[in-house]
């Protein structure tokens, strides 16, 4: 029975050598480059179609025009069924095989690959520092609030103090030498991808150099035809970010938000007449279960937590939302090169397809979208929506009123965290942001200071006083003056505090608030204020603070 095995083994041995030894000649096809599933921040799943003159027997396919860097574990090729794929791999070529690769772009390529992996590497590092960071803070906050401070052990206290404090230190310090790297690293990016977007306009013989990503099949056809193939693969070396327009008329106070998409691409392919579909999933995220870590608490150390404290404050603010030092401006990249004038609605062209996890924007046009990683505006769609407008002003912090605008219902407008440019009667007035990422029924966002609103905070009367108890007494009265100068109307949302006390040592008593709405907990007051046309009105509020003549106290946040 083995006997009979290795006969068999050696005849089909037999058999696939002769095959190949008569194989026919390389075929050679272009792939089209047909679709592009666009995905939120990075990442494209590109669609090609080609076909190919095969004959009959075993050959070698090598298909042209694919991206530079796709992802060789997500490639799929479809082809009929009398056509059988051995094998396939993917490698990077030149047009012209009498210019031998220079070293310089064969190295410039890696370099640029090994670079975004770098960025890669570095953003989740600084993400997995970042959640360590928090969940050392909340740790901090946590375990050494307690006021029992029966049974301490202050050198070992000291000891596990210091360690979270250097660790800390450690970790935002390393943060930052992250984000310094990822900024010099994009700077490289950019560099190299201009050293070769300027190789693409220079001479034909230049043009010959450019190098192209290649598929090359091993395959077995049953006969000879012109055989149809299609392609997909997913690549990192795309993405697109969300941004709108909103646009208001002071008239009748009609608004329309505008979704826009930009779009960018390094993959090594220019995209030719390309329908894009931009996806609001996200591949490179995990899809793992977070776990829950137990938590421990300790005991409270006053003058080594006003250390610790400072640290876990200043990382705080660190990560306050605000642009990134590595983040694109995008007010002077170019227009995209669509059929239409950039500011078109294309809705008639948009087809909607929501899933349980995403939603899809599938655009019926033709864009070109070159390889050049600057970012193209395309439109998505525009909505007409009811909003409705409210003035807030918080002045003691700010002494503008802002308005703001406000939605109802907005979590049926499959809304993406973004930049907003705010367009008040076609004029340009600012930049907002929108920020879905709540559990509020109304999503409120700001559209921009009104200097037609006056508002003046000041301090009236101030009373000091130490009574026979050994007490000292401060009072405090303030008085706010707004003014509407509009043509119209407002309503306004007026904000001001006094402060809350931490300690019974220290007592706060609210003496007038001028029918101001009161949170007790966190001391705000809150004026409803409606102003008719060149009206103006006063608000007064007054507190006292009474506590010990020989202590000092300090306002904290």
């Not at 669609?47 to 694919?66: D, F, M, R």
């Not at 069924?81 to 047009?95: A, G």
């Not at 930049?419 to 999503?443: C, E, F, H, R």
């Amino acid at each position: 029975m083995n006997q009979f095995k290795k006969i068999s083994c050696v005849i089909i041995f037999l058999v696939f050598s002769q095959a190949f030894a008569q194989k026919k000649d390389t075929v050679f096809s272009n792939a089209n480059l047909t679709k592009a599933t666009v995905y939120f921040g990075f990442g494209a799943d590109l669609h090609h179609s080609c076909k190919a003159n095969l004959t009959s027997g075993i050959q070698e396919l090598v298909i042209n025009n694919i991206s530079l860097n796709p992802d060789i574990n997500t490639i799929q090729i479809a082809c009929p069924e009398n056509v059988t794929i051995l094998s396939y791999t993917h490698r990077i070529f030149y047009r012209n095989n009498s210019v031998k690769p220079t070293p310089l772009n064969l190295k410039s390529y890696d370099t640029l690959k090994q670079l975004q992996k770098k960025v890669l590497d570095f953003n989740n590092e600084i993400n997995i520092n970042t959640e360590l960071l928090d969940k050392i803070s909340k740790l901090i906050e946590n375990n050494f609030t307690t006021p029992d401070k029966k049974n301490i052990n202050s050198d070992e206290l000291i000891k596990l103090t210091s360690y979270y404090a250097d660790k800390v230190n450690g970790l935002r310090q390393k943060n930052y030498t992250l984000k310094n790297d990822i900024i010099l690293c994009n700077e490289k990016i950019n560099e190299i991808n201009e050293r070769l977007s300027n190789a693409e306009t220079e001479t034909n013989n230049q043009e010959d150099k450019k190098p192209i990503g290649q598929l090359l099949l091993q395959i077995i056809s049953k006969e000879t035809a012109t055989t149809d193939f299609e392609i997909n693969y997913f690549t990192r070396n795309a993405g697109w970010i969300p941004t709108y327009d909103v646009r208001v008329k002071t008239i009748d106070n009609s608004f329309k938000l505008v979704y826009k998409a930009m779009v960018s691409q390094t993959t090594g392919l220019n995209w030719n007449n390309v329908k894009l579909n931009l996806s609001t999933s996200n591949p490179n995220q995990s899809n793992a279960v977070p776990i829950l870590s137990p938590l421990y608490l300790q005991l409270y150390v006053p003058v080594l937590y006003t250390r610790m404290y400072g640290g876990v404050e200043a990382l705080a603010i660190s990560n306050a939302p605000a642009m990134k030092e590595n983040e694109v401006d995008f007010k002077d990249t170019k227009k995209p090169m669509v059929a239409d004038d950039a500011n078109s609605d294309v809705s008639e062209n948009l087809t909607l397809h929501e899933s349980q996890l995403n939603t899809n924007y599938e655009i019926d046009l033709p864009y070109d979208i070159p390889s050049d990683g600057i970012p193209y505006s395309v439109n998505i769609k525009e909505e007409k929506i009811n909003v409705s407008y409210q003035h807030f002003s918080i002045p003691k912090l700010d002494k503008d009123a802002f308005l703001l605008m406000k939605i109802n219902r907005w979590d049926t407008l499959n809304l993406l965290p973004g930049q907003a440019n705010i367009i008040m009667d076609n004029v340009y007035t600012g930049k907002s942001y929108i920020n879905p990422n709540t559990t509020n029924d109304t999503l409120e966002f700001s559209l921009g200071r009104d200097k037609r609103i006056a508002i003046d905070r000041t301090l009236k009367k101030e009373y000091v006083a130490i009574k026979k108890s050994d007490n000292k007494v401060e009072q405090y009265t303030y008085e706010i003056v707004v003014k509407n100068n509009k043509k119209q109307p407002i309503d306004l949302v007026l904000k001001d505090q006094f402060p809350v006390s931490k300690t019974k040592e220290i007592e706060v008593a609210l003496k007038d608030s001028d029918n101001a709405e009161i949170d007790q907990e966190t001391g705000q007051l809150t004026w409803n204020v409606k102003l008719q046309s060149g009206e103006s009105k006063k608000y007064r509020f007054s507190y006292q603070i009474k506590y010990p003549k020989d202590k000092v106290i300090q306002e904290s946040r």
